[in-house]
């Protein structure tokens, strides 16, 4: 019987090393016991992620979506049971007060570098963090960015909340649908050199080698200009941009001024008379849940390449 107590114990003890779930999280590795179930989601791209895995059931509310964008009806639909605890960035009393075990941001994302709310400062109370791949580069040197990023962010949510074959699944269909679509894309010899316009007038907050854009861009067949500014979302110089004139401008919409007023900036511009997008008035609009890491990344590839080819 002894022998058998022993045994026992020590199949229990290793059922629950193999129970964990260990994910990288940028320079950490986060691991889980359970599956969280008091998550909260900064953004509105990030939350979107939550949602597409299902797992509002696991979430007690969002934060930083209302206080610089508007939720659709999709969005709203998805997250109508769910309080926004936040506006803006979210305080660590917003998190604690919440109750949550669990919060999905990024670096830029919800949380600053050196800021009140980091991995370090809710480990004390329990809270547990993933951060955004794209983010990453905020903190340390990351491999440029590409699709994958995405996939994996949606795969190590998967992992975490035990949902995997899900996740799997949701990756494999947006992989299937864009090598279908990129199959058949009919591009130019050479690709298009492509501005990405987030916002500001005097200097242009951009997307940089390791922002999401990039790599929506390289995938319907353009290039972005600013693929060698080793930065993810940044200020860059208007001299830049017109030095190096890009055929097309994708303009990020969200915020107080809307895409058209963006473009109105540039058309009516006499320093951008010369580019060569502006010249053949060549915009292409995404929405902020577009260019940024999410579920709408797939539609965003099929949106620039129509705006590119006419695809």
């Keep these: 019987m002894k022998t058998s107590a022993l045994a026992l114990g020590l199949f229990i003890i290793a059922g629950s090393a193999l129970a964990e779930t260990t994910v990288q999280s940028c320079d950490r590795e986060v691991s889980f016991d359970t599956p969280p179930k008091a998550a909260i989601s900064n953004d509105v791209n990030l939350t979107e992620m939550m949602l ?12 930083g979506i209302s206080g610089w964008k508007t939720l659709d009806k999709e969005m709203r639909h998805g997250i109508d049971a769910l309080p926004e605890l936040s506006a803006k960035y979210p305080s660590k009393e917003v998190l604690v007060g919440a109750d949550a075990d669990f919060f999905f941001a990024g670096w830029n994302y919800g949380m600053k570098v050196g800021g009140e709310v980091t991995p370090e400062t809710l480990a004390p109370f329990d809270i547990k963090v993933y951060e955004l791949t794209e983010s990453c580069i905020h903190i340390g040197e990351k491999a440029k960015v590409s699709m994958d ?3 994996n962010d949606l795969m190590n949510l998967g992992k975490i909340f035990a949902v995997e ?5 949701l990756i494999d269909g947006y992989k299937a ?3 279908d679509f990129t199959a058949s894309l009919n591009t130019g010899a050479d690709p298009l050199r492509v501005f990405v316009y987030d916002s500001g007038e005097d200097t242009p907050f951009t997307a940089g080698r390791y922002a999401m854009p990039t790599a929506l861009i390289e995938t319907a067949g353009g290039k972005n200009i600013m693929d060698d500014f080793e930065k993810s979302w ?22 107080n001024v809307t895409a058209e007023e963006k473009r109105a ?16 008035d ?6 902020y849940v577009e260019a940024t890491p999410g579920p709408r ?8 390449a129509q705006g590119f080819w006419g695809e």
């Design 52 to 63: 597409v895995l299902d797992l509002a059931d696991h979430m007690v509310g969002y934060t």
């Design 149 to 151: 990023d995405m996939y």
């Design 165 to 169: 074959d899900k996740a799997a699944e």
């Design 177 to 179: 649908e864009l090598a």
């Design 234 to 255: 940044a200020t860059a110089t208007w001299e830049e941009v017109v030095e190096r004139n890009p055929e097309v401008v994708v303009i990020v919409n969200y915020g």
């Design 265 to 280: 900036f540039m058309m009516n511009n006499p320093a951008f008379a010369d580019i060569d997008a502006v010249k053949n």
């Design 282 to 287: 060549r915009f292409v609009v995404l929405e």
């Design 297 to 304: 990344n797939i539609k965003a590839v099929q949106k620039l």
